[in-house]
């Protein structure tokens, strides 16, 4: 499976993000889909996840409350929309899928997309 994360960029603090990403190479409703990021010098950091319908959803510390994640499986995408956004936020975010029934931490992503930078500026 291949994963291609988009949507990152130069933002100012407070505003909203979209990041988007889309799999090939694989059936999209066999893996249960999430987000990470990971800051220069710290360990990649587990966001939200979402299983393979959208019944069940995880999120990790940091992703609650400004964080949303999503899928859309006639598109084979998913989505993470990121509000309110701080200067701490600033870093690569990564999309991962897994075949574990939900997504909640690195140890069981099986496929990583490249990253996409999302940078907050003041």
């Known amino acids: 499976v291949q994963l291609q994360a988009s949507g990152g960029g130069l933002v100012q603090a407070g505003a909203s993000l979209r990041l988007s990403c889309a799999a090939s190479?694989?059936?999209?409703?066999?893996?249960?889909m999430g987000w990470f990021r990971q800051i220069p010098g710290k360990e990649r950091e587990f966001l939200a996840g979402?299983?393979?319908?959208?019944?069940?959803?995880r999120y990790g510390d940091t992703g609650k409350g400004r964080f949303t994640i999503s899928r859309e499986n006639a598109k084979n995408t998913v989505y993470l929309q990121m509000n309110s956004l701080k200067l701490e936020d600033t870093a690569v975010y990564y999309c991962?899928?897994?075949?574990?029934?939900?997504?909640?931490?690195?140890?069981?992503?099986?496929?990583w997309g490249q990253g996409t930078l999302v940078t907050v500026s003041s």
């Open positions: 979402i299983n393979r319908r959208s019944g069940i959803i």
């Open positions: 991962a899928a897994s075949d574990d029934y939900v997504l909640s931490g690195a140890g069981q992503v099986n496929y």
């Open positions: 190479g694989g059936t999209f409703t066999s893996y249960s």
